[in-house]
C-alpha cells in the first residue's frame, strides 16, 4: 500500500508562484515514478508532468512547458511541482499519484493517489 499527501495549494495571483508537495509513504519510495494531475471544474482530470522513479525522467504537458518543474527528494519521499509564471487557467484541484512498474501519463496505470489540493489562481 502506498500513500500520498499533496500540500501547497492555495491562492495566488497571476503570474505568482506555488510549489505543492506530496509526500509518499508505505513503499520503496525511490522504484515508484510520480504525476501529477489537475482537474478545473467542469473538465476532465488532465496530465500534468510526471518524474521517473530514477529522477533521469521528466515530463509535461505543452500548457505548462518552461513555467511548471517536477522534481523528487529521495531522502524525504517527497515530489515537488514548482508552478511558476501561474495563469487563471491553471486553478484546479492538483493530485499527485504513484506507479510501479509504469512511466507514462496514462491515468489508469496509477494505482495510488492524494486527495488533491486546490490552486487557485486569481487576477
Known amino acids: 500500500q502506498v500513500q500520498l499527501l499533496e500540500s501547497g495549494g492555495g491562492l495566488v495571483q497571476t503570474g505568482g508562484s506555488l510549489r505543492l508537495s506530496c509526500a509518499v509513504a508505505?513503499?520503496?519510495?525511490?522504484?515508484?515514478?510520480v504525476a501529477w494531475f489537475r482537474q478545473a471544474p467542469g473538465k476532465e482530470r488532465e496530465y500534468v508532468g510526471g518524474?521517473?522513479?530514477?529522477?533521469?525522467?521528466?515530463s509535461y504537458v505543452d500548457s505548462v512547458k518552461g513555467r511548471f518543474t517536477i522534481s523528487r527528494d529521495n531522502a524525504k519521499n517527497t515530489v515537488y511541482l514548482q508552478m511558476n509564471s501561474l495563469k487563471r487557467e491553471d486553478t484546479a484541484v492538483y493530485y499527485c499519484?504513484?506507479?510501479?512498474?509504469?512511466?507514462?501519463?496514462?491515468?489508469?496505470?496509477?494505482?495510488?493517489w492524494g486527495q488533491g489540493t486546490q490552486v487557485t489562481v486569481s487576477s
Open positions: 499519484a504513484a506507479a510501479v512498474g509504469y512511466w507514462g501519463s496514462t491515468q489508469s496505470q496509477y494505482t495510488y
Open positions: 518524474i521517473s522513479s530514477d529522477a533521469v525522467f521528466t
Open positions: 508505505g513503499r520503496t519510495f525511490s522504484s515508484t515514478a
